[in-house]
């Protein structure tokens, strides 16, 4: 019995450091994710200098972000099916090998092709990792680790552009790419070393009708956000087209999802009012976190003239208030196991944010817009990990992989109506101020100048002047539009129900007797895991 008591002791002391270690390989893959496509960015401009294809640019970032977003709820599901660590395992490979063929590209169509491949393995990557850590922490122990997440996204935002740049200059934008290959083969080796994860069997087949279907109806609603306005218009054929394909293959995929024995994306999950209500707040957190990543820098650039080769820096106050605000919110909820609150404060502070940055004009300072940003950053920090942690202690431990994928998705989707929907306003607001004080002649003309410092200043300065406040009243609709949305963030909020986090311990489980709602009202035990070298 000593001796049993002794090995015990010894696994709870490998067990915290073992944790930390598959948590590093975790937040190495996902900063794999987030970074690439923050680092190819800035070095686009060289990659259509060298490979040409000025036409097909837009394409090297649709394709990445389609086969992200088409592939995420299936990498879940086959999580699910399967095991979590083989198909994490396979996802960082399949991304690897994209990266590699990307920097190999010699022509702009094998680049997108190669893109497309890398996207399918980036889908298995936030999943993966999100799946992972709702397997081996209980969600009430989960918060501890908010701010290391919120952290390597902030990481990510800001020194994506930056590393970027550096590369591009010194390396070759080939080395955007290839830069991947070691950080990808750290998380490869520690992931296989480390993790150790109950080895599961399929009961049925993959729901592959169901896949082939969500696949359709993401990838029409995708591309109708990212042409809409942009390459057609709203109501040409092609918009309307795509619409019309996205709305039956949904109906088509919802229509299946109710026959598969084992479904894609298991409705039933939907049933849980927190799992609903954590979606729409997630696609309403990626409308504004998006929207407000695109349209700061520009403002701040174009209005306050700002260099664009410190893009990554301009976001800092939102950035960091949004990874401490993280820390601070997950620490509280793994010490009192409340969270409530927070997704109410966090979608009011969103709304507030947004609507204070709607507020920018020509004479407003760095200073005041840096405030403005952090009050939305704080919202966001009290949203971001809160959304997933509340849907994943919403289902049951089977459909952790579908549960991780779908926040994903809707947050994914989010930010695809977001950067759609504020860009159409956008565009329409600069044209029409510049037509106001210009005339359509000179609207056109400044129109066609990149929006930064080192091109705004060859202007003649009355245009300049136009232009600054066109771009500041484009901003301002935009933000508006963001505000008006969050609003409906901030209602849900106050619908959701405080369900003991699994995991709490007897003090917690002695507390739920909240009600139940599709199995919510349990405090279930911890996940049974195993974690050795």
């Known amino acids: 019995m000593a001796e049993m008591t002794k090995t015990a002791e010894a696994s709870e002391e490998v067990k915290p450091r073992s944790v930390r270690v598959v948590l590093m390989a ?23 200098g060298e490979l040409g294809g000025l036409e097909h640019l837009s394409w090297v970032v649709t394709a990445y972000t389609l086969a992200t977003a088409a592939s995420t709820p299936i990498w879940g599901k086959i999580g699910d099916m399967y095991g979590r660590k083989g198909s994490f395992l396979t996802s960082i490979v399949i991304f690897l090998i994209g990266s590699a063929l990307s920097g190999m590209a010699q022509d702009m169509g094998q680049l997108i092709g190669f893109r497309a491949i890398q996207g399918l393995g980036a889908g298995g990557l936030m999943v993966g990792v999100m799946a992972i850590i709702g397997d081996l922490i209980p969600p009430r122990e989960r918060g501890k680790y908010q701010g290391m997440m919120a952290g390597v996204m902030a990481l990510a935002m800001i020194g994506g552009p930056l590393v970027g740049g550096t590369i591009t200059d010194h390396m070759g934008w080939r080395w955007s790419f290839y830069i991947n290959l070691p950080l990808g083969a750290v998380a490869l080796a520690m992931v296989t ?25 993401i990838t029409s609603t995708v591309l109708v956000t990212t042409w809409g306005g942009t390459e057609y218009a709203w109501g040409s054929g092609e918009v309307i087209g795509l619409i019309i394909v996205g709305i039956v ?40 976190m998006f929207g407000g990543v695109l349209y700061l820098p520009l403002f701040q650039q174009s209005v306050q003239g700002a260099s664009a080769t410190n893009s990554g820096l301009l976001l800092l106050p939102m950035l960091l208030s949004m990874m401490v605000v993280s820390l601070i919110a997950g620490r509280i909820t793994t010490s009192s196991g409340k969270y409530k609150v927070f997704p109410i404060v966090g979608g009011a502070l969103m709304v507030v944010g947004l609507f204070l940055l709607a507020t920018m004009d020509t004479g407003t300072t760095r200073l005041m817009s840096g405030v403005y ?35 994903t998705l809707f947050r994914t989707l989010g930010g695809s109506f977001g950067v759609a929907l504020m860009g159409s306003l956008f565009t329409s607001q600069v044209t029409d101020t510049m037509t106001e004080r210009l005339g359509p002649e000179a609207a056109a003309k400044a129109g066609s100048a990149q929006l930064d410092a080192a091109s705004l200043a060859k202007l003649p300065e009355a245009m300049r002047d136009a232009y600054q406040h066109a771009v500041a009243a484009g901003t301002h609709s935009a933000f508006l539009l963001g505000a008006a949305i969050a609003v409906l963030g901030f209602a849900a909020a106050w619908f959701v129900k405080e369900v003991p986090l699994r995991g709490a311990g007897p003090a917690q489980a002695a507390g739920g007797g909240e009600g139940s709602e599709g199995g919510e009202g349990k405090a279930a035990p911890a996940p049974q895991e195993s974690i050795a070298h």
């Open 373 to 407: 940003m952090a009050v939305l950053g704080a919202g966001l920090g009290f949203l971001m990990q809160i959304t997933m942690l509340v849907a994943q202690n919403s289902v049951d431990m089977k459909d952790m992989g579908v549960a991780s994928s779908s926040a």
């Open 26 to 48: 975790l937040m190495i893959a996902m900063l794999l994710a987030m970074l690439d496509n923050m680092i190819i960015g800035t070095a686009m401009p060289t990659i259509v």
């Open 193 to 217: 070393a480390v993790l150790h994860l109950p080895k599961k069997k399929a009961q049925g087949k993959i729901d592959y009708l169901g896949a082939a279907l969500l696949t359709i109806a």
């Open 249 to 288: 293959s949904i109906a088509a995929f919802l229509y299946v999802e109710t026959k598969a024995a084992e479904p894609v994306m298991p409705l039933h999950i939907f049933r849980s009012r927190n799992f609903t209500l954590m979606s729409v707040i997630g696609f309403l957190v990626g409308f504004a």
